[in-house]
């Protein structure tokens, strides 16, 4: 029903910038919360940042909400993940998810996904 495709990672040095996307297809998104999420090497995947329905409000990961904005493009069916200050712990598989409703936080919560993008950031 809902296709998510994540796009923008890469390789990165400490410090740098990058600006994921997370387009969507079958339907709009607007009413449903979107959110990311990231996996690192030998870790569980962990929220980062969700937008709420119709973008009325945002929350993130404590370690993440000086460096990392959270944005979406309606006319584009698009949400966006704007990653500032890159550490090399922040390196992982960044995913994009939607849900209808629920825990905010909870990967179980949400009922599409994409792919992911991987994200390396070098010292």
């Known amino acids: 029903q809902v296709q998510l495709v994540e796009s923008g990672g890469g390789l990165v040095q400490a410090g740098g910038s990058l600006r994921l996307a997370c387009a969507a297809s079958?339907?709009?998104?607007?009413?449903?919360?979107m959110g990311w999420f990231r996996q690192g090497p030998g870790k569980e995947r962990e929220f980062v940042a969700a937008i709420s329905r119709y973008g009325r409000s945002t929350l993130y990961e404590d370690s993440v909400k000086s460096r990392f904005t959270i944005s979406s493009d309606n006319a584009k069916n698009t949400v966006y993940l704007q990653l500032n200050s890159l550490k090399p712990e922040d390196t992982a598989v960044f995913y994009c998810?939607?849900?209808?409703?629920?825990?905010?936080?909870?990967?179980?919560?949400?009922?599409?996904w994409g792919q992911g993008t991987q994200v390396t950031v070098s010292s």
């Open positions: 079958g339907r709009t998104f607007s009413g449903y919360v």
């Open positions: 998810a939607a849900e209808e409703g629920g825990k905010v936080r909870v990967t179980s919560e949400y009922h599409y």
